[in-house]
């Protein structure tokens, strides 16, 4: 489901094409379609954030920040960790500020990874992982989250097949985005032996780790035992705090880790701009209240949108965390004669009005993956019961 690469972009790139991300928000925009592909808010970010960036702005501080970000967001950040992540680090030495989570994957994998390295990626994956690790010359071993009836896991089997005497990082990403799944304390146990059995690395993408529903809590690889030392915890302000165009992101790693991180980031972006860093630094600090109020929005959003897709016969279990529902679509392919992810993904924004993410983007194999459809709940009231009304009246 790519579009075409002319012959003068570069090889490395070839097999990934334009992102699942663009092309569908692209189709949702051509008919008009609910926008439940791409996954960002269609509401705005809290005033305390904006404010703090205009008063930034207004008082000139418009100019590069320090090259790992300004001292005032490592502050916030510092803060943040221990509270969230449980870890403390030092902002100084160990924090790195990055344009989203996005550029944190790219300058730890550029900076960590040489060519040959192997890395251990969980899949279904975050797109952006296999790009990077192939700019990076590194080479992806997939371990696959299984679905059960209780959610996604791993085969604790194929994960210690995964790992080789060439691994050199294992990639996680908790909660995770398309499944939903928060990985457990006992996941991350085992997952943690393996590193420090091969002397590998953990690269831990926590961006939805606000985003845990019920029971669920999310941790962080790093408090594991003997994982400190070898882990680099990357986050960002975009799903907190429903700022996804502010791109303001980080890496917390030990200082030898965050050595090689900022040799990549120094020449990828630099600085990422300074006023929205300090609107970020007020909400990390101060933002408790918009992100509980955040929560309850999206436990409403995911039981509205859970519910009327099992009643039109799509099989899920409820999303743990993150804000996405990965569903089982092959009883309504087979009763509209359709068959793959892409051939529903493809029909529902011209005859539902509806646009969703064909998964089969994030394997490395696209037939694991083409039985599954993913949503979006991380939308208004009104615009999931838009959708809701629209795939009833197409699917019902
Ligand atoms: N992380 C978001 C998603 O998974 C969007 C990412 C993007 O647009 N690059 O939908």
């Known amino acids: ?37 791409q996954g960002f808010p269609d509401f705005d970010g809290p005033d305390l954030g904006k404010l703090g960036a205009i008063e930034a ?4 501080r418009n100019q590069y920040a ?48 040489n060519p040959g390295d192997e890395v251990v990626v969980f899949e279904p994956y975050y797109d952006s992982y296999r790009a990077c690790l192939a700019m990076a010359g590194a080479v992806p071993r997939f371990v696959t989250m299984h679905q059960t009836p209780e959610g996604f896991g791993y085969k604790p089997e194929e994960l210690r097949a995964a790992f080789t005497s060439s691994t050199r990082a294992v990639l996680i990403n908790t909660p995770h985005n398309p499944t939903g799944t ?13 590193c420090i059995e091969h002397d590998a690395i953990a690269i831990s993408d926590e961006v939805y780790e606000r985003l845990v529903y019920d029971d669920y809590t999310h941790q962080s690889i790093a408090t594991q035992p003997g994982m400190r030392e070898r ?12 700022l996804t165009g502010w791109k303001i992101g980080w890496a917390i790693a030990p200082e030898e880790l965050t050595r090689g991180i900022r040799s990549a980031h120094q020449f990828l972006t630099f600085s990422v701009a300074t006023p929205l860093q300090l609107g970020v630094a007020k909400l990390l600090e101060n933002g408790e209240q918009e992100i509980n109020s955040l929560l309850e929005h999206y436990k ?19 999303p743990q965390g993150s804000y996405f529902i990965l569903a089982d679509h092959r009883r309504v392919t087979d009763r509209l004669g359709l068959k793959t992810d892409v051939d529903l993904c493809r029909w529902l924004p011209s005859h539902a009005g509806v646009a969703a993410i064909p998964p089969s983007a994030f394997y490395s194999n696209p ?16 615009t999931i019961e838009e959708a809701i009304k629209r795939l009833r009246s197409a699917l019902g």
């Not at 882990?231 to 429903?242: N, Q, R």
């Not at 037939?367 to 991380?378: K, Q, V």
């Open 1 to 37: 489901m790519t579009t075409g690469i002319t012959s003068r972009t570069a090889e490395r790139f070839a097999p990934f094409g334009t992102t699942i991300f663009s092309e569908m928000t692209a189709l949702a925009n051509t008919h008009r379609a609910v926008n439940l592909s």
């Open 57 to 60: 702005m207004n008082n000139a």
């Open 66 to 113: 320090p090259m790992p970000g300004t001292p005032e967001l490592r502050h916030a950040i510092a803060g943040w960790a221990a509270r969230v992540n449980k870890i403390d680090c030092n902002p100084d030495r160990e924090i790195t500020v990055t344009s989203g989570c996005t550029e944190a994957i790219a300058a730890t994998m550029l900076g960590l990874l």
């Open 182 to 194: 928060v990985f457990s304390d006992s996941q991350l146990r085992e997952i943690s032996a393996l």
């Open 231 to 242: 882990s680099i915890v990357l986050s960002s302000s975009g799903k907190s705090f429903s």
């Open 300 to 318: 409403r959003t995911r039981s509205m949108l859970a519910e009327a897709l099992q009643e039109l016969g799509f099989e899920l279990t409820l």
């Open 367 to 382: 037939e694991n993956g083409s039985h599954l459809i993913r949503f979006a709940f991380c939308k208004q009231t009104a």
